[in-house]
């Protein structure tokens, strides 16, 4: 059956409520654990309950998670189902059911709630899972050769130290027909990671061990953009009707149609739609643009909003607009989000102004580089020219590329990397150069400093290191 996202949402948390979960809010994409950045999954704001660090409030909790994941920024647009922003359904048990329930429970969900065919699904359990494969082969029926031993991938951590466990995941079969011959989970044209079931029942210490812990938990995370891709029968996550209305905005707004549009155009527009929710979501949350941590990764994903923007050619600022729509979307489940409308929209709006003004000014020189008559012979712009755009004028090296490339020039990025070098060189002479007259002549150092020139804005000097 076609479900909405929302639907979706509601009978997961129906499901595990019926059966003893509270149901608990999201919390705030900033975690209360000091050791991690941003919430990346379900389990984090339980982490001191798994670790026996709390007790909990309940034996069995379900959630809808708001989620962001910068490990996956690469992906964004070129997988189907990857996004930085994307919200994670899950059930927890602290120290009460443990696998047989889990496994039961999780496919009861898929199969009867969500009306998949059970031989559209194929799971997967740790390789040394016994009692796992046994549940799956036993108590459900799957046929053995549908349940895949994984490696590490079917051993999930929340990061290098803390609760973590053996985990089985269920995947979506985009093309049974292929048969069960070679199954293999890794093929993503074929199968689709939907549900992943972890048996958290170990800690790992900075040194690498892993102990038991206290108690046997569950923690399990469904994608809902996943989920919602297989039920509504889009190819893709961003088609789903919790991202597309987003990316429909974007192409209004450049004049384009996704739908007849090429590999590329569409690509930006999914980076548009899966970057304005990191970003609403996360000012929502009281994170502001700045040069680290959290602030510089939402400044981040909003300056490749501006970039994919200009790439599909809407000029001038966008974001705010496009911005709308995910408030839109969001604020019934997320009622942050309009209640903080006005602020998230100035922000968005100031970041945006300040960051087409690099790019207008760099872009201006780019081409005076480029009808260089050298360059025009060599069609290579040189390391010093890439050099000059990012250190004077705050122009990020992979734009110079990018936009060389689609001119038809290269970039002599060896040449480049040797600028960067010597820049660093440059920079630590200098600052021996200053120690040394710190020591008596102050009118000196002010010389040196007003000589230099910095008509870039220095916060992008980090830009040139982030993909
Ligand atoms: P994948 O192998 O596809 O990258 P994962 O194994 O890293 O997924 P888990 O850490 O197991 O994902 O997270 C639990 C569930 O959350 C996944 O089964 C998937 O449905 C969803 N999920 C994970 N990462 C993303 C993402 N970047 N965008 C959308 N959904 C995601
Ligand atoms: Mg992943
Ligand atoms: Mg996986
Ligand atoms: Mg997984």
Same mark, same amino acid.
């Given at each position: 059956p076609s479900l909405t996202g929302a639907e979706i949402r509601a009978k997961f948390l129906n499901f595990f409520a019926e059966r003893g979960h509270k149901v608990m809010p999201s919390a705030s994409l900033v975690p209360a654990d000091p050791t991690v950045l941003l919430t990346i999954a379900g389990m984090l704001p339980f982490k001191p309950i798994f670790l026996g660090q709390q007790e909990p409030e309940v034996p069995r909790a379900t959630t809808s998670q708001k989620c962001i994941r910068t490990n996956d920024i690469e992906n964004v647009g070129r997988t189907a189902r990857h996004h930085t922003f994307f919200e994670m359904l899950g059930n927890f048990s602290f120290g009460d059911y443990f696998k047989k329930e889990a496994i039961a429970w999780g496919w009861e969900l898929v199969t009867k709630v969500f009306q998949l065919p059970p031989d559209r699904l194929v799971v997967s359990v740790y390789h040394t899972d016994e009692d796992a494969f046994a549940i799956w082969r036993d108590a459900i029926g799957i046929p053995a050769h549908r349940i895949q031993r994984m490696g590490d991938d079917n051993f999930w951590a929340s990061g290098a130290t803390g609760p973590c466990g053996p985990c089985s995941e269920i995947y979506y079969d985009f093309h049974p027909e292929l048969g069960d011959e070679h199954i293999d989970l890794e093929d993503d044209s074929r199968f689709l990671e939907i549900y992943n079931l972890v048996f958290m029942e170990l800690n790992r210490d900075a040194d690498g061990n892993?102990?038991?812990?206290k108690k046997q938990n569950i923690d399990t995370g469904l994608g809902l953009e996943r989920m919602a891709q297989v039920l509504q029968g889009v190819p893709n996550n961003y088609e789903t009707d919790l991202i597309f209305p987003i990316i429909k905005k974007a192409a209004d707004l450049a004049g384009r149609d996704y739908h007849s549009s090429d590999e590329k155009v569409k690509t930006s527009l999914k980076v548009i739609g899966d970057h304005v929710r990191s970003v609403v979501h996360m000012i929502?949350?009281?994170?502001?643009?700045?040069?680290v941590g959290r602030g510089y990764i939402m400044r981040r994903l909003l300056r490749r909003v501006v970039r994919h923007g200009r790439l599909i050619g809407i000029d001038g600022t966008f974001a705010a607009a496009v911005a709308e729509v995910a408030i839109a979307?969001?604020?019934?489940?997320?009622?942050? %989000?309009? &209640?903080?409308e006005k602020f998230i929209k100035d922000e968005i709006q100031i970041e945006e102004m300040r960051f087409l003004q690099t790019l207008e000014r760099g872009e201006k020189l780019l081409e005076e580089i480029l009808a260089k008559p050298e360059v025009q012979s060599s069609k290579v712009i040189s390391g010093i020219d890439v050099f000059t755009l990012y250190d004077t004028?705050?122009?990020?090296?992979?734009? %110079?590329? &990018?936009i060389a490339e689609e001119e038809g020039f290269t970039v002599d990025v060896d040449g480049f990397e040797s600028e960067m070098k010597k820049q660093q060189e440059r920079s630590q002479a200098a600052h021996e150069?200053?120690?040394?007259?710190?020591?008596d002549n102050w009118a000196n150092i002010a010389k040196e400093i007003g000589k230099t020139e910095f008509l870039g804005y220095t916060q992008l000097s980090s830009e040139a290191t982030v993909k």
């Open positions: 892993l102990t038991p812990l929502a949350d009281g994170i502001n643009a700045s040069n979307l969001s604020e019934s489940v997320y009622p942050n %989000t309009r &209640e903080r004028y705050g122009f990020p090296s992979e734009l %110079t590329q &990018e150069d200053i120690d040394l007259m710190a020591k």
